[in-house]
C-alpha cells in the first residue's frame, strides 16, 4: 500500500517562498506518476486544483494559475516528491496534497481522479 507524507508547509507573508516535500513509501518509486493539488478551505466540495505534476519518465505539467511561480521535482534516491512555490500570494492559502497514480506512466495530467493514492496534506497560510 502506498503511503505518502507531505511537510514543509506553515505561515509566510506575501512574497515569500516555501518547499514542499512528499516522502513517499510502500511501492517502487518513479513507476507511475506524481502530482501535488491544492485544496483551498472551506471548499472542500470542490474538486481538488491540480497545481503541478511529473511523469515517470520525467516530463512536467503545471497549472495555469501557477506557471513561473511553481516547480516540481524529484529525488528519487530519498524517494521524495518537491513543490517549491516563489512569489506566495494570499490565493495560495490552501491545504497542499501530493498524490500517486501508479497505474499509469503517459504524461501525467492534473486531474484529481486519475489519482489513487493521497497524503494527508500540509497547510500552506499566506498573509497580505
Known amino acids: 500500500q502506498a503511503q505518502l507524507v507531505e511537510s514543509g508547509g506553515g505561515s509566510v507573508q506575501t512574497g515569500g517562498s516555501l518547499t514542499l516535500s512528499c516522502v513517499v513509501s510502500g511501492y517502487r518509486y518513479n513507476t507511475g506518476n506524481l502530482a501535488w493539488f491544492r485544496q483551498v478551505p472551506g471548499k472542500e466540495r470542490d474538486p481538488r486544483d491540480g497545481v503541478a505534476c511529473i511523469s515517470r519518465d520525467g516530463r512536467k505539467n503545471y497549472g495555469d494559475s501557477v506557471k513561473g511561480r511553481f516547480t516540481i521535482s524529484q529525488d528519487g534516491a530519498k524517494n521524495t516528491l518537491y513543490l517549491r512555490i516563489d512569489d506566495l500570494q494570499p490565493e495560495d492559502t490552501a491545504m497542499y496534497y501530493c498524490?500517486?497514480?501508479?497505474?499509469?506512466?503517459?504524461?501525467?495530467?492534473?486531474?484529481?481522479?486519475?489519482?489513487?493514492?493521497w497524503g494527508q496534506g500540509t497547510q500552506v497560510t499566506v498573509s497580505s
Open positions: 498524490a500517486a497514480d501508479l497505474l499509469y506512466g503517459g504524461l501525467c495530467v492534473l486531474t484529481a481522479g486519475n489519482y489513487a493514492h
